[in-house]
């Protein structure tokens, strides 16, 4: 099993639509989690933190699931502009600063 | 420009050449990693420095490839004797020991072709 595990999509979604990613981490001793953007081409950048008891900024929403060792993304109203590669990175912490990748989820919003 | 440098941007090399890459991190970093990315994958970890002290390695690192961080800021990636399996973005991010461990800037990346 991979440590982290996306859903590669694509996700193929209408504007205005509300979508949601999934990424499942292997390691419960897992502290730390993100959402990365990634654009074609273009290098990885972060979206935001996913705290413990959920972050919200504008349309976009990031949960945690330890339980279930999950995190979520969800995007509500969605625009043209965020089709991209959505990455999540997971830091097993206790003095490991490296960050482990999904290999990403891609979003594509049409007309 | 403040952000993550890169150099080169792209290299076409030969199979059995060797390249080198360079890195410049945001000033006030301390941590450096290098990661390598290919088409439909995420980021994959290949070593990280805290200042010049080179703390991990990963399994994909072979001995074909070396990393260096001589003074704690720039940093090289070195491939020798390249292989077309090497053909890649190779992406270079930084982050410092004050944020929340995970957040990294990265740079556009240097990609590799080895023909």
């Not at chain 1, 999509?9 to 989690?33: D, H, K, L, R």
């Not at chain 1, 990031?62 to 969800?74: E, F, G, K, T």
């Not at chain 2, 990280?48 to 260096?68: G, T, W």
């Not at chain 2, 090497?86 to 929340?100: H, P, R």
């Amino acid at each position: 099993r991979k440590e982290v595990e996306q859903d590669p999509g694509p996700f193929n979604v209408p504007e205005g639509a509300t979508v949601a990613f999934n990424c499942t981490y292997s390691n419960s001793a897992s502290q730390s989690f993100f959402w990365y953007r990634q654009d074609c081409r273009k290098e990885p950048k972060l979206l935001m933190s996913v705290y413990s008891s959920g972050n919200e900024d504008g349309r976009f929403t990031a949960q945690l699931n330890r339980a279930s060792q999950y995190i979520s993304l969800l995007i509500r109203d969605s625009k043209l502009s965020d089709s991209a590669t959505y990455l999540c990175a997971v830091n097993i912490g206790g003095g490991s600063y490296i960050p482990t990748f999904g290999r990403g989820t891609s979003l594509i919003v049409h007309p | 420009d403040t952000g993550v440098s890169q150099d080169p941007r792209h290299k076409i090399t030969k199979r059995g050449q060797n390249v080198t890459f360079r890195c410049d991190p945001i000033s006030e970093h301390n941590r450096l990693y290098w990661y390598r990315q290919t088409l439909g994958q995420g980021p994959e970890f290949l070593t990280y420095f805290q200042n010049e002290a080179q703390l991990e390695k990963s399994r994909l690192l072979s001995d074909r490839f070396s990393a260096e961080r001589p003074k704690g800021s720039f940093s090289t990636l070195e491939i020798q004797r390249t292989e077309q399996g090497d053909s890649a973005m190779y992406l270079c991010a930084s982050s410092s020991g004050q944020e929340n461990t995970g957040e990294l800037f990265f740079g556009e990346g240097s990609r590799l072709t080895v023909l």
